[in-house]
């Protein structure tokens, strides 16, 4: 079975500081990876996925992580917090069979990020 | 804006009572998904129909069930409700059941069960 672990509940960074966020997973199979974004009382909004191909991806509003094979690792990375970032971030793994039909997604517990003036 | 609808925005309602929450995909969309958000179990996929047919099934409980209309709008009906189905349920559409589709995740319902 598949799990996303996130190390941290809640991250609190100040604004212009790096925002780090850390996801791990575990899949039997090369996995699709995934990072949305939760705005309070909305949605979750999709930030950016790895398929395949360059295992650094970037996303909307300037984040980006990097699919690490030999870590299990997918972080999700900001050079420059904006007070706009604060918001609910989760990490989700897709599995993916050839001829399967079953894309769910397994999320983790989701990050709380807080950013201070 | 995702394109995903989802009617009510939010539900107050008694235990052992019987609810339908609803969802419309996007436009051109034929896969959707339900997940139940709580405090305690987090984010978790419930089941997945597409183009009518039921595709995967999560952790749904069996007082739960779920169907895909011809018209592609997709109803999760939860019945004998207890207090702990009080949870934010989110519908999410793509466009087809083979991945990696990018799911669309509309506004949820939040479900209140007093």
């Known amino acids: 079975a598949q799990s996303v672990t996130q190390l941290g509940s809640h991250v609190s960074v100040s604004e212009g500081a790096l925002v780090l966020l850390r996801c791990n997973y575990s899949s039997s199979v090369p996995p699709y990876l995934f990072w949305y974004v939760q705005y309070p009382n909305q949605g979750l909004q999709l930030l950016l996925k790895y398929t395949t191909g360059a295992t650094l991806v970037k996303g909307i509003n300037g984040f980006e992580a990097e699919f690490k094979k030999s870590e299990t690792s997918f972080h999700l990375t900001k050079p420059s917090a904006h007070m706009s970032d604060a918001a609910e971030y989760f990490c989700?793994?897709?599995?993916?069979?050839?001829?399967?039909?079953?894309?769910?997604?397994?999320f983790g517990k989701g990050t709380l990020l807080t950013v201070n003036p | 804006d995702s394109g995903v609808t989802q009617t009510p925005k939010h539900l107050i309602t008694a235990t052992g009572q019987r609810v339908t929450l609803r969802c419309s995909p996007r436009?051109?969309?034929?896969?959707v998904y339900w997940y139940q958000q709580s405090l305690d179990q987090g984010l978790q996929f419930l089941i997945q129909y597409y183009n009518g047919e039921e595709r995967a099934k999560g952790n749904i409980l069996e007082r739960f069930s779920a169907q895909q209309f011809p018209d592609l709008h997709s109803e999760l009906n939860l019945s004998s409700l207890e207090l702990g189905d009080s949870a934010l349920y989110f519908c999410a559409s793509s466009v087809a059941w083979v991945g990696p589709d990018t799911q669309y995740f509309g506004p949820g319902t939040r479900l209140t069960v007093l």
């Open positions: 436009s051109g969309d034929l896969s």
């Open positions: 989700a793994v897709s599995d993916h069979y050839s001829g399967g039909s079953n894309y769910k997604l397994t």
